[in-house]
């Protein structure tokens, strides 16, 4: 597939990382951690559509510094969820599949990014995403969900099944058809208990709708967010660990 871009989700304020700045901008071996997954994902999209909010001019500056190939960037005006964020972006969509991202993941590789891309290819799919097997109950990840031949992803503050029976989580990082996106985006429904619009509910659409959906085993180790000082520590000991490029 020639025809992919990519959106960034990077309006977040990150409250629980508790710093006062955003951690997208907070250096991480000596290169801001919004850079990293930008990096990994730039050799696999044609552009890249960058959703800011909390702190945007940092966000922005730290992105143009970077040097990086066909950045654009929009504004999250109020904090609504990754399906909100990702329909402020509409204006900039053009390619065939977009490439929805987190932007806070700095151990992502350009391989599991491919890997992706051809699954999604191969299965014809609306919509393919990431999953890590993953157990721990503290974790914040969704909860990859399959029941009564239906598959959803659950928000963790909505999860109160078994981890034991449901141990996959969802990475934040999705390949989706354009036109299911068109058409599927404005029929997410707004949370009732956090007012949040989830891009996660497009594998729940799709499901009902019997669409092909993909799905990426990967590595935890590949896919960690950033979501806390505790985190960020322990990624940050990863790419020291393994001499991960900057």
């Known amino acids: 597939m ?11 304020q990150g409250s629980r990382f508790n710093r006062g700045i955003s951690k997208l901008v907070t250096p991480l071996c000596g290169q801001p951690l919004i850079v990293y997954p930008l990096k990994a994902i730039a050799p696999c999209v044609t552009s890249t559509t960058v959703v800011v909010g909390f ?3 940092a966000v922005q500056q730290c992105i143009i510094s970077a040097l990086l ?30 490439l929805i991202i987190n932007g806070d993941m700095p151990l992502v590789t350009q391989d599991v990014v491919q890997q992706l891309c051809q699954l999604h290819e191969n299965e014809q799919a609306a919509i ?12 914040a990840y969704g909860r990859i969900v399959r029941d009564n031949n239906r598959l959803r992803i659950v928000e963790k503050k909505h999860f109160s099944a078994s981890i034991t029976d449901h141990p996959y989580i969802n990475a934040g990082i999705y390949l989706i058809n354009r036109i299911f996106l ?11 208990s956090t007012h949040e619009f989830y ?22 180790d590949t896919i960690r967010g950033v979501n806390t000082l505790q985190e960020f520590a322990a990624v940050e000991e990863i790419v020291r660990t393994h001499c991960i490029q900057t």
């Open 69 to 98: 190939p066909s950045i654009t960037f929009v504004e999250q005006q109020e904090q609504l969820g990754t399906g909100h964020a990702v329909l402020c972006s509409r204006q900039h969509w053009h390619a065939d599949h977009l």
């Open 55 to 57: 702190q945007k001019e």
């Open 199 to 220: 891009i996660t509910d497009l594998v729940e659409i799709a499901s009902a709708s019997k669409l092909p959906i993909a799905m990426l085993p990967a590595c935890y």
């Open 128 to 139: 393919s995403f990431v999953v890590a097997h993953h157990t721990d109950p503290t974790s």
């Open 2 to 12: 020639n025809s992919i871009q990519a959106i960034v989700l990077a309006a977040g």
């Open 182 to 192: 068109e058409q599927s985006l404005p029929h997410v429904q707004q949370n009732s």
